[in-house]
């Protein structure tokens, strides 16, 4: 399978999993759209520039490259499903070193995230 191929499947699959993460709550939204973009900028140039100029799923795209920037409502966002899925796993009586890992890993996520500057003044 050539090359340019796989790069398609993968933008492809990403660009599913990027829009399945628009609709539940679980699935990461931006990581998704950043590897599409990323894979059709190697395969599909038609797709590549629909991608970054789509009205909903370009913005965050474009933000990230242009600045590093995650729009606030976005952080608002991540971070209110991390306490949910912590708190969720207490309600839930999960093992607690399995909910003390999963503290950890989100609140290294949670670092990361709030440390990205929100973007263009008028990003929201």
């Known amino acids: 399978m050539p090359v340019r191929a796989l790069w398609m499947t993968l933008g492809l699959l990403s660009t599913a999993c990027g829009i399945a993460g628009v609709v539940l709550p679980l699935v990461p939204t931006t990581p998704f759209l950043l590897l599409a973009a990323f894979a059709f900028a190697r395969s599909s140039p038609r797709l590549h520039a629909w991608l970054v100029t789509h009205p909903r799923l370009g ?3 474009n933000d990230w490259r242009a600045h590093g920037a995650i729009r606030r409502r976005a952080k608002i966002a991540s971070i209110a499903v991390m306490v949910a899925m912590v708190a969720i796993s207490v309600v839930a009586s999960v093992n607690s070193s399995v909910i003390m890992i999963q503290a950890v ?10 440390t990205r500057p929100d973007g263009p003044e008028n990003s929201e």
């Not at 890993?105 to 709030?114: D, G, P, S």
């Open 105 to 114: 890993v989100l609140c290294a996520v949670a670092t990361f995230i709030l």
């Open 59 to 61: 913005p965050p795209i």
